[in-house]
């Protein structure tokens, strides 16, 4: 069965151009250039992907992004922009995206960037190390991201759930930024270590009772961080 990807881009040249390349690689490509009409191909179902511009008549690329994660929906999303400031990319991951490509790009990186993202879903279903895991009077959902906590209930980020799952599969051993780079946005030129380091903060503030003092998600200094359950 062929991925459906959703292409939302105002700009008519460069979106036929994604298209027909799209189409080259086996996928089946659905265009359109507004938010608004993005989000009815998306309350219809059957997306695997979205292409996003950020700069969009309406409802801005942000603004939807932040739509679809808030309601439920947990297809992967990558940013295309011309914005290319480090805020604006931090911002697109905060926001619930999973990768940010800079205007003008390559089509061939454009191309790779979306099958390291479907290799990178293809892991994550992967049921490694079950769909629960249970630590220290937390229960965190590896499929519906939903966390009870001694803290309380929480809805976890796609991300964040992905690092706990790359650590959970390594319990114990110390696992570098780069591999969680590598292994959960797939890339190594963005994000940045800080930005892992950032998503490492925000789970301790679930998870850990004390999240100045971590039991669990450790860090190991000049390596990276560790998972003890």
Not at 197 to 202: A, H, K, Q, R, T
Request: a negative charge.
């Amino acid at each position: 069965m062929r991925r459906r990807i959703l292409v939302v881009e105002d700009d008519d040249h460069l979106a036929d151009g994604i298209r027909l390349n799209l189409e080259l690689e086996g996928f089946e490509p659905v265009v359109t250039d507004t938010g608004e009409d993005a989000w009815r191909f998306v309350q219809r179902g059957g997306i695997d992907l979205i292409l996003l511009d950020v700069m969009l008549p309406g409802m801005d690329g942000f603004e939807f992004c932040r739509r679809v994660r808030r309601e439920g929906f947990r297809f992967p999303i990558l940013f295309l922009t011309a914005r290319s400031r480090e805020e604006d990319r931090i911002r697109g991951l905060e926001e619930g995206g999973d990768d940010y490509l800079t205007k003008p790009f390559n089509l061939k990186e454009l191309l790779a960037r979306i099958r390291g993202i479907f290799r990178r879903e293809d892991w994550y279903r992967r049921e490694s190390v079950g769909e629960v895991l249970e630590f220290g009077g937390n229960r965190v959902n590896l499929k519906t991201y939903a966390a009870e906590t001694p803290r309380g209930a929480f809805e976890l980020k796609e991300k964040e759930i992905m690092i706990l799952k790359l650590l959970a599969e390594r319990q114990g051993e110390p696992v570098d930024r780069a591999t969680i780079i590598n292994l959960v946005w797939g890339y190594d030129v963005f994000p940045t270590t800080r930005t892992v380091d950032n998503f490492i903060l925000s789970l301790r503030k679930v998870i850990e009772v004390d999240p100045s003092s971590p039991q669990y998600l450790q860090t190991v200094h000049g390596v990276g961080y560790r998972l003890l359950i």
